[in-house]
């Protein structure tokens, strides 16, 4: 399932991300985790161009995000999907479960919870006796589950929420701690590069 893939006119954070890292041109950068890849596209396809660029100099904050392990991808899944069951939007009956599903294997993941919840509970065990489940999840499950999360968050946000929601999501990942220093270097004047 695809949420809100729209054709890009101008770079999207991860592309500047992409250029910063020095990788090939994409919105899926090997440094950034792929779930916090995840939230930053639908976060960049639900603002408007002025959001989209307001974006652009969170771009170092990516870089080098892709650590492996549960706890990571559980707690952003747990914050997108939080905030989604918290916006003031009507949320249909399957979008409802399917939310309160991902959140309590998110939860479970995350030692909050004896149950793994919706169909995790079979793959999860079956995926971990060969040493697959972390991987699964990260790459497929908790992508799905955030992108899910923001899509039904956007209804009822506007830019400056999503990015918030994003900027937190940063945090949770280790990216800028709250109170850090800026990089010393910008994304400015690779993004002007970008579009001249």
Same mark, same amino acid.
């Given at each position: ?53 307001? %974006? !652009?100099?969170?771009?170092? #904050?990516?870089?080098? +995000? @892709? &650590? ?6 559980? $707690? ?32 479970? %993941? !995350?030692?909050?919870?004896? #149950?793994?919840?919706? +169909? @995790? &509970? ?6 971990? $006796? ?21 899509a039904i968050t956007a209804r ?41």
């Amino acid at each position: 399932m695809t949420y809100g893939r729209v054709a890009r006119p101008e770079p999207c954070v991860l592309e500047l991300v992409s250029k910063l890292a020095r990788e090939p041109w994409t919105d899926r950068p090997t440094c950034v985790h792929p779930v916090l890849g995840s939230i930053a596209r639908m976060v960049h396809d639900h603002s408007t161009k002025a959001g989209r660029r307001a %974006l !652009l100099p969170l771009a170092p #904050d990516f870089l080098q +995000t @892709a &650590r492996p392990g549960f706890e990571g991808s559980a $707690r952003l899944v747990a914050l997108c999907v939080s905030t989604a069951l918290a916006t003031e939007g009507e949320l249909t009956g399957q979008e409802r479960v399917r939310l309160s599903n991902a959140h309590q294997t998110a939860m479970y %993941l !995350l030692d909050a919870e004896e #149950d793994p919840g919706g +169909t @995790a &509970r079979w793959w999860l065990p079956v995926l971990d $006796r060969v040493g697959l489940s972390e991987s699964f999840y990260r790459t497929f499950v908790a992508t799905e589950h955030a992108a899910e999360a923001v899509a039904i968050t956007a209804r009822a946000a506007d830019d400056i929420q999503l990015r918030r929601l994003l900027k937190q999501c940063l945090s949770i990942q280790g990216a800028r701690r709250p109170g850090a220093p800026s990089p010393s270097w910008s994304a400015a004047p690779v993004a002007h590069k970008l579009w001249s």
